[in-house]
């Protein structure tokens, strides 16, 4: 989606550039087999492996490119192309920020992508895209010419009913409920299938489809009609997702799912226990945005007001270098268990991490077209 912030942001590149240190070209990198913290230098080059997944519960396999040819700090931003029957291309931007354990959320112009850097050079990515073409690809590329090698993990052993609770905060407000997923069919690392909820009172909502990848260390990435999860297998029979939503319902839950045959619609929603990181107050602290004009810095500030085992809720705004703040939106967070933090705010996705120092890297992303909006930010507390 195009909104008022990304379309201003844009305009405002050519002149933030020039006061910003200088954007590393393709030719300029040196290749490495793993990534520096906050160094997305190393992405830069031509990237090809294919995408397999589902789209509209279809199976979906197609050759795919990335070409990344300017990065900056965290900040790597190209084209992913596609190439289409007529022997034409379908080419989109793409921009992904890294984060210092080197997963990296990203965007395009109509989804979003996960991912890192495997210790044999070869790039992970977990696209996920709603709308009209909704689905979830996996790729493994690598820019040396070599074939890349093939996930090992099946996203077979997901297949059925997984039922627990759903715990989070919805447009500021605690929520809580009930969650299912049907898993029905997979092929490799993707699967596909079903899911429903339930909140407070109401009755179970229809089903609709959800499409999802498994990553080799276990890590989920799954779509559905209203947002985005990510999240991990606690072990072969317990899941734990962060649930994001933007727009009017804008929202971040955690899904406490197992393994079940039996649906669970009298069941009690249980409150989930995540690690004990304390985000009340104040953050502020410089960001980044990579065009393809150039670099765009700003300011943004985190306010946390409310919080509880792990969920929170408050406001986020942003204010580019030559201009004034933006409005603030309203974010809501939850906490994975290896400590990543979860938000959406009222049109963008957010993955963060509080790091030893105190720092609180966040890196932001929102598809939109003709570019996606990409964004790394470094927040201390204090405003």
Same mark, same amino acid.
């Given at each position: 989606?195009?909104?008022?912030? &990304?379309?201003?942001?844009?305009?405002?590149?050519?002149?933030?550039?020039?006061?910003?240190?200088?954007?590393?070209?393709?030719?300029?990198?040196?290749?490495?087999?793993?990534?520096?913290?906050?160094?997305?230098?190393?992405?830069?080059?031509?990237?090809?492996?294919?995408?397999?997944?589902?789209?509209?519960?279809?199976?979906?396999?197609?050759?795919?490119?990335?070409?990344?040819?300017?990065?900056?700090?965290?900040?790597?931003?190209?084209?992913?192309?596609?190439p289409l029957e007529d022997g034409a291309?379908?080419?989109?931007?793409?921009?992904?920020?890294?984060?210092?354990?080197?997963?990296?959320?990203?965007?395009?112009?109509?989804?979003?992508?996960?991912?890192?850097?495997?210790?044999?050079?070869?790039?992970?990515?977990?696209?996920?895209?709603?709308?009209?073409?909704?689905?979830?690809?996996?790729?493994? #590329?690598?820019?040396?010419?070599q074939p890349a090698a093939e996930p090992?993990?099946?996203?077979?052993?997901? #297949?059925?009913?997984?039922?627990?609770?759903?715990?989070?905060?919805?447009q500021g407000e605690m929520t809580t409920?009930?969650?299912?997923?049907?898993?029905?069919?997979?092929?490799?690392?993707?699967?596909?299938?079903?899911?429903?909820?339930?909140?407070?009172?109401?009755?179970? &909502?229809?089903?609709? #489809?959800?499409?999802?990848?498994?990553?080799?260390?276990?890590?989920?990435?799954?779509?559905?009609?209203?947002?985005?999860?990510?999240?991990?297998?606690?072990?072969?029979?317990?899941?734990?997702?962060?649930?994001?939503?933007?727009?009017?319902?804008?929202?971040?839950?955690?899904?406490?799912?197992?393994?079940?045959?039996?649906?669970? /619609? /009298?069941?009690?929603?249980?409150?989930?226990?995540?690690?004990?990181?304390?985000?009340?107050?104040?953050?502020?602290?410089?960001?980044?945005?990579?065009?393809?004009?150039?670099?765009?810095?700003?300011?943004?500030?985190?306010?946390?007001?409310?919080?509880?085992?792990?969920?929170?809720?408050?406001?986020?705004?942003?204010?580019?270098?030559?201009?004034?703040?933006?409005?603030?939106?309203?974010?809501?967070?939850?906490? #994975?268990?290896?400590?990543?933090?979860?938000?959406?705010?009222?049109? &963008?996705?957010?993955?963060?991490?509080?790091?030893?120092?105190?720092?609180?890297?966040?890196?932001?992303?929102?598809?939109?077209?003709?570019?996606?909006?990409?964004?790394?930010?470094?927040?201390?507390?204090?405003?």
């Open positions: 989606m195009t909104t008022r912030r &990304s379309l201003l942001l844009s305009s405002a590149a050519l002149a933030a550039a020039q006061a910003l240190p200088p954007v590393v070209r393709a030719q300029d990198a040196t290749p490495a087999a793993t990534l520096a913290a906050a160094d997305a230098s190393v992405l830069l080059g031509e990237w090809k492996g294919d995408y397999v997944g589902y789209q509209r519960g279809e199976p979906f396999s197609h050759p795919v490119t990335f070409i990344f040819t300017d990065a900056h700090g965290a900040l790597v931003f190209g084209k992913q192309i596609i291309a379908a080419e989109e931007a793409a921009s992904l920020a890294l984060l210092s354990d080197g997963h990296f959320i990203g965007a395009d112009n109509d989804g979003l992508k996960f991912g890192n850097l495997l210790p044999d050079g070869s790039l992970n990515i977990f696209k996920l895209e709603a709308g009209l073409d909704d689905g979830a690809f996996f790729s493994i #590329l690598r820019k040396d010419g090992t993990r099946d996203a077979a052993s997901l #297949l059925g009913r997984w039922v627990g609770t759903l715990n989070g905060f919805q409920g009930l969650w299912q997923i049907d898993i029905n069919d997979a092929t490799g690392p993707a699967f596909t299938g079903s899911r429903s909820y339930k909140v407070g009172d109401a009755d179970w &909502s229809e089903a609709g #489809l959800t499409e999802g990848l498994i990553s080799e260390d276990g890590h989920l990435y799954r779509i559905s009609s209203g947002g985005y999860s990510i999240g991990e297998m606690l072990d072969d029979d317990t899941m734990r997702l962060a649930y994001l939503e933007v727009g009017m319902d804008n929202a971040a839950l955690i899904l406490d799912l197992h393994r079940q045959s039996a649906n669970l /619609a /009298a069941a009690t929603p249980a409150v989930a226990r995540m690690p004990a990181i304390d985000l009340i107050g104040c953050w502020t602290g410089t960001g980044e945005q990579l065009t393809s004009a150039g670099v765009i810095a700003g300011t943004s500030e985190l306010t946390v007001t409310d919080g509880k085992d792990g969920f929170f809720t408050g406001a986020r705004r942003w204010k580019p270098e030559a201009g004034d703040w933006y409005p603030a939106e309203t974010v809501n967070i939850v906490i #994975l268990p290896d400590g990543t933090l979860a938000m959406a705010d009222e049109d &963008s996705y957010l993955l963060g991490r509080l790091l030893e120092d105190g720092t609180l890297e966040i890196a932001f992303a929102e598809p939109a077209s003709p570019e996606p909006t990409v964004i790394s930010m470094r927040l201390t507390r204090g405003c």
